[in-house]
């Protein structure tokens, strides 16, 4: 990314040593865990839900096979469904915890992927220069150009979920966006990092290039990495959520396969009765949510670590 | 000092070495970048078009193979594959016909929707970051921060159901009120099936882009020499007056009324629909504008407590003056890279909104594509797609150039 991310890399700056606690008190991130922790509360809620709450019915609440014959669907919220039903008579809070773990598993598998592969060729770029670094700029202005939401959905659209599941999307999406903006973002931080004294300072107390990196390199990219790797499982989530937008079929059930039910329902009750729009709302909501969550601390992180923002003025 | 070295060197003007460097980095990229969706289609994707044959037995397998040129070994394909692109052929779709003529029927209606609707989006996101960062309320910084970051996260296709929902008849009512002609598509049908040469509608699209980017920068000509020569009220005219003039023009020729009835086309066969490209450039800004108006509101909130906002206050500088002129130049091209950065995310969003809208884009023909694996059909948008973002980005170091001169020089 050369001259453009370097401006962009300045304004983030080196880490500072506040601690976990300064960053936390950062209100977007503050938020975004706020909404991380209520979507892992909802992750493990089902199997405590189906022990206790719904233990007297338990074909009611099953989000995959569940139906309740005593109504018409898709039914409103109410007493016994949450969330109202499905067009197939699923309870569709049911079907909004079971579809939050397979999403968490393609946001953190992003995530974690983006930031792996961004902060080994970032350093190595640096570090190396030369050929090295000519060659990672390249490639990653080079994959900018390619939309790893783009990429997912060559690969995934019409195959099952055991061909392309969960894992391969977070895995997919995070090779391909860390490889592009990732990778140069966290490149443009590392230039500035090994062009401080420091560098020099170790090289001649002779570390070798292993130790002067994993000491004194590494510790600075963290934060960048973390910042890209926030940003980017948004689009992970977006772009799981709309393979299983597009491949709604069957039991398979996922945030956009609900939106495409509401969708489907509302064209097809027009002028009969009203949209559905709980089924809808509960699928988009938990997609937004959540990518909104990973969206504010990768947010609040940059800015927290700007070392002229007003969060630093403040603390 | 300053007049004797530019005695010795003949003045080269910077835009052209530094137009230069670009180009030459933009070739680079866009090999590398070829190089890897090629790689990519033909290693990472398990399937090809083969692989529907795979029920009919081995045989049936490799015949189809053979038949699409699948076996020979992989350089061969790709040798091919760069020479065809350099001589501007993209191959042949598996279903018979030439990937270029697919795609050019399915690039304006693209083309007109990525460039509006990120064009509209990154101005409206830099003027509420700008504005938003000046006149605090108590509660315009979480407002933002929402708009912004629901913005950056809605699911494209419930984006698409709301716009559809709430935003389709208020639209057609507009159209009412504007008076559009409705016979613009018997003209066209007329021209394309009449006399050879007659105005298309992609021409008349380009020739809207196109005359209003030239008016654009001859206002940006005037402007920059009214400046030199102390016309304020010149330079203040010059960008406004420009576009009013143009799109006046454009109007009253007779062009304008026919092009913005264009907008409301889902396709130039079909008329009804769910989409229009008005529609599909507004869902474009609303998930652009966001990214952009936080990068620039942190950016204005980091700026402003710099030593030199002091200076311009305690010079009797107005506070428009020390926003506009100093704070807001110094955030812009930051702000300009940050979001170049975004691009792929907006770009994928814009393939998935333009698809929901049912229009006869670049996205129909990709997904349709991906469903029939019809794989150098899928590479052409690839390759298409990888070429408007060089462009975009060509036109976003430009601009930076253009405003902050540091960065004229320096790598490439």
């Known amino acids: 990314m050369t001259a453009l991310a370097e401006r962009q890399a300045v304004e983030v700056g080196p880490p500072q040593r506040r601690g976990v606690r300064f960053i936390v008190s950062h209100p977007k991130v503050l938020a975004g865990i706020g909404i991380l922790t209520l979507f892992a509360f909802l992750a493990v809620a089902q199997p405590l839900l189906e022990a206790t709450v719904w233990a007297r019915q338990p074909q009611l609440y099953d989000a995959e096979f569940g139906f309740d014959s005593s109504i018409a669907h898709p039914s409103a919220p109410s007493a016994a469904h949450w969330l109202g039903t499905s067009s197939l008579g699923r309870d569709v809070f049911a079907m909004l915890l079971h579809a939050t773990r397979p999403t968490l598993l393609v946001a953190l598998s992003a995530a974690l992927s983006i930031g792996v592969v961004s902060v080994l060729f970032g350093s190595i770029a640096a570090f190396r220069r030369g050929w090295a670094d000519g060659f990672i700029s390249h490639l990653s202005d080079a994959m900018v150009l390619l939309p790893a939401m783009l990429a997912v959905f060559v690969l995934g659209i019409s195959r099952s979920d055991e061909e392309f599941g969960a894992l391969h999307v977070g895995l997919t999406f995070g090779v391909l966006y860390g490889l592009g903006p990732a990778t140069a973002t966290v490149r443009a931080a590392a230039m500035t990092v090994v062009a401080k004294p420091f560098m020099d300072a170790a090289r001649v107390a002779g570390g070798g290039g292993f130790w002067i990196v994993s000491r004194h390199v590494l510790p600075h990219l963290y934060p960048h990495a973390a910042v890209q790797a926030m940003i980017g499982a948004t689009g992970a989530i977006i772009a799981d959520a709309f393979l299983s937008f597009r491949s709604a079929v069957g039991e398979d059930v996922g945030f956009g396969q609900m939106v495409y039910d509401g969708l489907v329902w509302s064209e097809f009750l027009a002028g009969i009765a009203a949209t559905p729009w709980w089924i809808m709302l509960a699928g988009a909501g938990g997609i937004t949510l959540l990518a909104a969550a990973f969206y504010l601390v990768g947010v609040g992180l940059r800015e927290a670590l700007d070392p002229r923002s007003e969060h630093h003025e403040r603390s | ?412």
């Open chain 2, 1 to 412: 000092m300053t007049q004797a070295l530019s005695e010795r060197r003949p003045q080269v003007p910077w835009f052209v070495s530094f137009l230069g460097r670009r180009l030459a980095w933009a070739l680079i990229t866009l090999f590398i970048f070829l190089t890897a969706v090629f790689f990519f289609m033909q290693i990472w994707v398990p399937y090809s078009w083969a692989t529907q044959f795979m029920q009919g037995g081995f045989g049936a397998f490799d015949a189809a193979r053979r038949a699409a040129g699948l076996d020979r070994p992989l350089p061969e394909q790709y040798a091919e594959f760069m020479v065809g692109l350099v001589q501007g052929d993209l191959g042949t779709s598996f279903n018979g016909g030439e990937v270029i003529d697919i795609i050019r029927e399915a690039l304006p209606v693209t083309l007109t929707v990525f460039i509006a609707g990120t064009a509209i989006g990154w101005i409206a996101g830099e003027l509420l970051g700008r504005f938003g960062s000046w006149n605090r309320g108590p509660f315009s910084g979480s407002v933002m921060a929402t708009l912004g970051v629901l913005s950056a996260t809605i699911f494209p296709p419930f984006l698409v159901f709301l716009l559809v929902h709430w935003l389709r008849e208020p639209l057609l009512a507009f159209r009412e009120v504007l008076g559009l002609p409705t016979d613009s598509l018997d003209l066209w049908r007329g021209a394309v099936t009449g006399e050879p040469g007659a105005l298309q509608p992609g021409d008349v699209r380009w020739f809207v882009a196109l005359s209003l980017t030239a008016a654009v920068v001859a206002a940006l000509i005037v402007r920059s020499y009214a400046r030199r020569h102390q016309l304020p009220l010149v330079e203040g005219l010059a960008l406004p007056g420009m576009v009013v003039a143009m799109g006046l023009g454009i109007w009253l020729s007779g062009l304008g009324p026919h092009a913005v009835d264009l907008l409301y086309r889902v396709d130039i066969s079909v008329s009804t629909g769910r989409g229009s490209p008005a529609l599909a450039m507004f869902g474009v800004v609303l998930i652009s504008f966001g990214q952009v108006m936080l990068l620039m509101r942190a950016g204005m909130d980091a700026e402003r407590s710099e030593d030199y906002v002091l200076t311009g206050r305690a010079k009797g500088l107005s506070e428009r003056a020390v926003r506009d002129r100093h704070v807001a130049r110094n955030v812009i091209s930051p702000v300009l890279a940050g979001s170049f950065l975004t691009f792929p995310t907006v770009l994928a969003g814009m393939i998935i909104v333009e698809f929901e809208l049912e229009m006869r884009g670049l996205s129909r023909v990709l997904f349709d594509a991906i469903e029939f694996q019809d794989i150098p059909v899928i590479m052409g948008v690839m390759v298409v797609l990888g070429l408007m973002g060089v462009g975009f980005r060509l036109v976003t170091d430009v601009t930076i150039a253009a405003l902050d001169p540091r960065q004229r020089r320096g790598r490439a």
